[in-house]
């Protein structure tokens, strides 16, 4: 079918002189189209066929029944099915999509003045590593309503601590508190949504806010526009932020979105109120009220009960309290970046918490006590050892300690010889010693060496010169000039 236009042109190449085979070939036509076109004196639309339908007897029944009632396509394929029809669902299911088209619900656009309220939210993006392991990776976002100001933090848990410090370090960055805070039905906020009835706060949530001094606005159920702004803001961070992002390590994607912030989203021209929202906040930062003097404590309490290797478990990772705890009940603060371990009120642990998977968290300080003991539990037998060699161990013991020496040094140094030389000459050493008064290990070892000594015995003397040269004669000394040199002196 050609239109209009075409019809005009192949009656204009007709009047040049053009055969229709030529002009078939100058518009790219079939020729038999040209010749059935040229024998028409005008042209002329082709009207869409009208064939009759099976479903035609039934819609006006149909359209009675879509006003009426909100039926579905399967209950009027139903009704009319009852009636008689013997057609397909299929021819049922567009009629009625033609004749009620899907209705878009209406929202009223909300408007809120500098320092009403804030909006939070939590989003989700895929997965992170995280030391050894991969994490997925969540942000908590906060936006104030008035001007746009965003907060965004990244976390890798969205758990009580995480969900409390993210509001206390927002509310920071503000420098300020709204009147109130809008937030989803989610655990950490709302524990109890009835139709008809008032929302069951979350009692830590609402210990927050109270603090904190602004009230706690719940959405309904399914209704997520009534935030659209902490909304909007989240699927902006995952375009504009994450959408190619590869931080490859979970320690530095923070920073870079506090710097993303300060450089692009809060200086930004905003799509619906045409400004920058930092400079929309210098107004609204006037209309917040001031922090409190005494931040609130974000962290999760539970008791937990030490092992005998003096640990306590988290999210499958160990950290170490000290050794003389191990097998107490302690209480442990699980904050979103350390945890604290307390005993009788008494803080006795503190570690940077670890997001990665069955790690072993140790303090060196921690086991010194336990060596310690063990220790004096090697030395108390290594003295026993050294009392056991002879009876008078005890009296050369008291010697290196009137002495002040190191009697551990010198008594292992002794024992250590008892395992090399037999223990009756070390006794009988010990017995010269304590005799002669040489306290010292190094006077045992001399003896003992000494007396392991071959002695060799002096063989006969054998002359190699004549025997007159035995026969010497040695002159009178002279001591008269020894007289003369006292006499001068």
């Known amino acids: 079918m050609i239109d209009y236009e075409q019809f005009c042109r192949i009656k204009q190449l007709r009047e040049q002189g053009l055969t229709p085979a030529q002009i078939s070939d100058r518009m790219g036509l079939d020729s038999r189209t040209v010749r059935k076109w040229l024998n028409r004196p005008g042209f002329q639309q082709r009207l869409p066929c009208c064939r009759p339908s099976k479903l035609d007897p039934y819609k006006e029944e149909i359209i009675r029944m879509v006003e009426r009632y909100p039926f579905t396509a399967v209950q009027v394929f139903q009704k009319i099915k009852e009636q008689g029809f013997d057609g397909g669902y299929t021819i ?3 009629y009625v999509r033609k ?3 899907r209705k878009q619900a209406a929202y009223l656009t909300l408007r809120f003045a500098p ?4 909006q939070v939210d939590w989003g989700s993006y895929k997965s992170i590593a995280v030391g050894n392991t991969t994490r997925r990776l969540s942000f908590f976002v906060m936006v104030l ?11 890798v848990s969205q758990t009580m601590e995480h969900f409390l410090g993210c509001h206390q370090r927002a509310l920071e960055f503000f420098g300020g508190v709204p009147e109130k805070v809008m937030v989803d039905n989610l655990k950490s906020a709302v524990l109890k949504r009835v139709t008809g009835q008032e929302p069951v706060f979350n009692p830590r949530y ?23 702004r902490v909304e909007n803001a989240v699927g902006y961070i995952k375009k504009n932020f994450l959408a190619g992002l590869d931080p490859g390590d979970f320690m530095v994607i923070n920073p870079a979105a506090r710097q993303w912030l300060e450089t692009i989203a809060n200086v930004r021209i905003h799509g619906v109120t045409k400004k920058k ?7 609204e930062a006037k209309a917040l009220a001031p922090l409190p003097a005494l ?38 603060k699980a904050y979103s970046d350390r945890i604290c371990l307390y005993h009788d009120n008494k803080l006795i642990a503190r570690h940077v918490r670890c997001y990665d998977r069955h790690q072993d968290i140790e303090d060196p300080d921690h086991p010194k006590a336990l060596l310690a003991r063990k220790r004096k539990a090697r030395d108390q037998k290594l003295i026993m050892r050294f009392l056991a060699l002879s009876p008078c161990a005890e009296q050369y013991y008291q010697g290196l300690k009137e002495r002040r020496l190191n009697q551990l040094h010198h008594i292992r140094k002794i024992v250590a010889l008892s395992e090399i030389y037999d223990e009756r000459q070390v006794a009988r050493a010990l017995e010269d010693a304590c005799e002669f008064k040489a306290f010292s290990s190094e006077y ?3 003896l003992l060496e000494q007396r392991n000594r071959e002695v060799q015995e002096p063989g006969a003397l054998h002359l190699t010169r004549n025997e007159h040269m035995l026969d010497l004669t040695i002159a009178q000394p002279d001591i008269a000039e020894y007289d003369r040199r006292c006499s001068h002196e």
């Open 115 to 118: 320092g009403e309220c804030a």
């Open 295 to 332: 931040a609130y404590d974000t962290a999760t309490v539970t008791q937990v009960r030490a092992s005998k290797q003096f640990r306590v478990t988290l999210d499958t990772n160990r950290y170490s309290v000290p050794a003389e705890y191990a097998g107490m009940r302690l209480t442990m």
């Open 145 to 155: 309503c008035y001007c746009r100001m965003m907060y965004v933090e990244f976390t």
């Open 99 to 101: 004749i009620r088209p």
């Open 92 to 94: 049922v299911k567009e």
């Open 206 to 228: 609402l210990d927050f806010a109270s603090h904190y001094g602004f009230r706690i606005v719940p959405c309904g159920v399914r209704k997520g526009n009534e935030k659209g």
């Open 277 to 283: 929202p930092a400079q929309m906040f210098s107004e």
């Open 444 to 446: 045992i070892i001399n």
